[in-house]
């Protein structure tokens, strides 16, 4: 299993994938995904062929999620950690600029860095990655509350397998494939609960009403067009509006969460229009990636 080590001792579990001719050379900017709340990297396993097939492809589990260790420092959870993790990838993978390509509560990460790292980042994606004035504003919290005071309240409460089940329709689609919908329970259930507070936390505390401003790079928005959770069109439409570079926001007809699970060839499809059609991209002298 592949890892890289953080300088706070985190261990975090990487993947590269890269289905290129082997004749292509050192592709120009490697494709960097990341996941969201209580998720990890499988989330991303239907898309990777179809994006491996350009572009080198990287995508690892944050802190604490599917095989990534637990910091030890329950103290050591922020935005800045998780972006600082994510530039720790890149540099001990000597990646010059990487294609951010992210989803869910992933997106705010990917616009921190985009805001913080302009130089490391050559484009930017999102997918159903809501509009931060929902999140602060309490509708994420009020969903996920379900009628307590907090999260915390509610899972102790409820217990983590029943809060889950609760608040499932925010992680996957219940009319998706039955198989789907247990693997979506299980795998978000193995999450450890302490790591999902934290991401609780780190949502809760930080202020990212200025980052879509801040972002110059080409921006795509993909999103379910039944998305009821923050991504209905005006929130995103609002967010697309602050982004100097964003293109129109692709919207997924008959799918609302994880749509990149729901509908991978749409998703693929939609990042690989906008990545054909972003100026070509010089080669990155230090861009050497060894699996």
């Known amino acids: 299993m592949p890892e890289i080590i953080t300088d706070d001792g985190v261990h975090l579990n990487y993947r590269i994938d890269d289905l290129r001719d082997p004749w292509a050379g050192e592709p120009p900017v490697t494709v960097l995904l990341h996941h969201g709340f209580a998720k990890n990297l499988e989330w991303w396993t239907p898309c990777v062929a179809a ?14 999620c599917g095989k990534s260790s637990i910091p030890a420092d329950k103290d050591s959870w922020s935005l800045g950690r998780l972006v600082k993790d994510a530039v720790t990838v890149m540099d001990a993978l000597e990646i010059e ?10 997106g705010v990460v990917g616009l921190s860095l985009a805001a913080n790292h302009p130089s490391r980042v050559e484009s930017l994606a999102m997918f159903n990655t809501p509009n931060g004035k929902w999140m602060s504003a309490g509708g994420m919290h009020r969903w996920f509350n379900c009628g307590f005071e907090n999260e915390a309240e509610a899972i102790k409460a409820l217990g983590f397998e029943n809060w889950i089940a609760k608040t499932l329709p925010i992680h996957v689609d219940l009319t998706a494939d039955p198989a789907l919908i247990e693997w979506v329970k299980r795998k978000v259930a193995s999450t450890p609960v302490e790591v999902a507070k934290a991401w609780f936390r780190v949502m809760e505390k930080t202020n990212i009403s200025d980052l879509p401003g801040r972002v110059t790079v080409p921006t795509l928005m993909v999103a379910g067009g039944d998305h009821t959770f923050g991504c209905e069109p005006p929130l995103l439409d609002e967010v697309r509006r602050l982004i100097p570079k964003a293109r129109e926001v692709v919207y997924v007809p008959g799918v609302a969460s994880s749509v990149q699970l729901m509908a991978p060839d749409a998703c693929t499809t939609a990042l690989l229009s906008f990545l054909d059609s972003l100026p070509a991209t010089p080669r990155e002298s230090r861009q050497r990636v060894s699996a």
Not at 52 to 63: F, K, M, N, S, T
Not at 97 to 106: I, N, R
């Open 51 to 64: 994006i491996a097939r350009h572009y080198r492809v990287v995508r690892y589990d944050a802190r604490g």
């Open 97 to 106: 600029k990487v294609h951010m390509v992210t989803f869910e509560s992933g």
